[in-house]
């Protein structure tokens, strides 16, 4: 038993450590890395992940394992914990044989590249062939994993563990509805009928200078955290102590680096206060799922800085960074412009009210493809259908529509629906912490997060993977996954705005 703890902690220990390099090489890659660097990183970063994944699916790994879980109550609770984690991950990467990692990893790095040409020649039958391939081998992953239900369950719960096609059916079916009856009304109103089009330009120093101070105020440690520049924002984090995050700060929009920088900002305040002590450098340090990673961007991004109190506190800040663009807009303007609904083509640059039937369309894509109801050459058209039916415009081409987003070139078929299931989580946290702080809007008012970011450690961050999101949610909020607490609130903010 003695032996098999000690050999259990080192191997997690050794694992955690190969992690933090790889976070460090795709950092640099993102960040600084010469472009003639590609090469050599690729191979480098192709190596670790070997040895990361030969040191998993090892049998005396498992062995220990084994024989732990054999003794499971003779454990102490914080062992017990462990080893139930990580024999439920070493088992399911068992499952998969070598072989087929060597060839899913070949098919979608030359998918990547295929997808990068039909986007340049606009056209998807380029890319149609390696998505059929793509599709072809998840069919088969799922074959090996083989959880109950239909084989999109399996590739779900690689992303949220537990969660099921038949719950988000029903989840995002109300959501569509519901996101499609308001938009319409809101369409429908004078105030979108007369709203302006934003064209707000910001020198990117002053841009950058926002997001320094931004990245104070929501507490971030300066000794623990550093924002750099990449083309998409992205948080990656290389040991207990060190997280990083990137924005753009070249887009059109100067809003596009303050919210971005926001939203990373929330993924790194996770990332930073994972479960540390016992659980330092094991499988119950890390995040049970994307969805509940995603929740706390989302919340940080949407609940706390697209809300007026929010800028009560920050457009000062603004208007004191460049009074010539700021201060004749007005806060009232203002909260108007960076809570703008518009319909339109792009999820990454759709807004708040919008954004989830972007996520509602791919899920529904992807279930009814794994379901073989949907061949990989039906999508361009089924894509522009639905986005008529739910967002009423038409992409007029391909890299507008169907080829807009790398996931699929990945291999990531079950990974969009993580995005709206953490906007609905944000919308769960941020009615919960408004229920127990009554002095909350107050708070934010001052720029003062503390109260929030503490709530968020004891509610969500401490527990790292110790139980399931929904269950962490449960916990916190009083209820699983609940798309109707984020209707109601969409529902309060925007027909606000828009007078409805
Ligand atoms: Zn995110």
Redesign the pocket.
């Known amino acids: 038993m003695k032996e098999s703890i000690e050999f259990i902690y080192k191997e997690q220990k050794e694992l955690s450590t190969l992690g933090g390099i790889a976070a460090l090489l795709g950092w640099d890659q993102m960040t600084y890395m010469p472009m003639m660097g590609a090469a050599a990183r690729s191979e480098q970063s192709a190596f670790i992940s070997r040895i990361a994944h030969e040191k998993i699916v090892n049998d005396g790994f498992w062995n220990h394992i084994q024989n732990l879980s054999k003794n499971i109550e003779a454990l102490s609770i914080k062992d017990r914990a462990v080893v139930k984690r990580l024999e439920k991950d070493v088992e399911k990467s068992r499952k998969i044989p070598s072989d087929f990692v060597e060839r899913i990893s070949k098919t979608t790095t030359i998918a990547y590249q295929a997808w990068e040409k039909a986007r340049g020649n606009n056209n998807f039958k380029v890319f149609a062939p390696h998505l059929e391939k793509i599709v072809e081998l998840e069919k088969e992953y799922c074959g090996y994993i083989n959880l109950p239900g239909p084989r999109y369950n399996t590739l779900l719960d690689d992303y949220e563990e537990g969660m099921t096609v038949d719950v988000l059916r029903k989840e995002f079916s109300f959501l569509k509805t519901s996101l499609v009856e308001i938009i319409e009304k809101i369409k429908n109103s004078e105030t979108f009928k007369n709203q302006e089009k934003i064209n707000i330009k910001l020198d990117q120093d002053k841009q950058k200078k926002i997001s320094q101070i931004l990245f104070e105020k929501m507490l971030l440690p300066k000794e623990k955290a550093r924002i750099d520049v990449s083309t998409h924002p992205f948080t990656t984090s290389m040991g207990d102590d060190d997280v990083r995050i990137t924005t753009n700060y070249g887009r059109d929009s100067p809003l596009f680096s303050f919210f971005s920088t926001v ?1 990373e900002a929330g ?1 790194a305040l996770y990332e930073l206060n994972m479960p540390k002590d016992e659980y330092k450098d094991t499988v119950i340090s890390d995040s049970p799922s994307l969805g509940l990673h ?1 929740s706390q ?1 989302r919340f940080w991004e949407n609940m706390i800085a697209r809300r007026k109190s929010f800028w009560e506190h920050f457009y000062p800040i603004f208007q004191n960074t460049s009074p010539e663009t700021f201060n004749d807009i007005g806060l009232e303007r203002w909260y108007k412009i960076v809570n703008q609904v518009k319909p339109s083509l792009i999820r990454v640059e759709a807004d708040e009210l919008t954004y989830c039937l972007h996520v509602i369309l791919r899920f529904e894509l992807e279930a009814d493809m794994m379901d073989d109801k949907v061949q990989v050459s039906d999508l361009p058209n089924l894509w522009n259908e639905k986005m008529n039916e739910m967002l009423g415009v038409v992409p007029q081409n391909d890299v507008e529509g169907v080829l807009q987003d790398m996931h699929w070139s990945g291999g990531s078929i079950g990974y969009f629906p993580t995005y709206a299931i953490g906007s609905i989580y944000s919308s769960q946290i941020f009615k919960k912490i408004s229920d127990v702080n009554q002095n909350l809007e107050n708070e934010i008012e001052q720029g003062n997060f503390a109260n929030i970011l503490n709530w968020l450690k004891e509610n969500i961050h401490k527990h790292g993977r110790l139980m399931t999101a929904n269950e962490i949610i449960k916990n916190a909020c009083g209820e699983g996954l609940n798309s109707k607490v984020f209707v109601d609130y969409l529902k309060d903010k925007y027909y606000c705005i828009y007078e409805v």
Do not use: A, K, L, T
């Open positions: 939203h993924h995603e961007s």
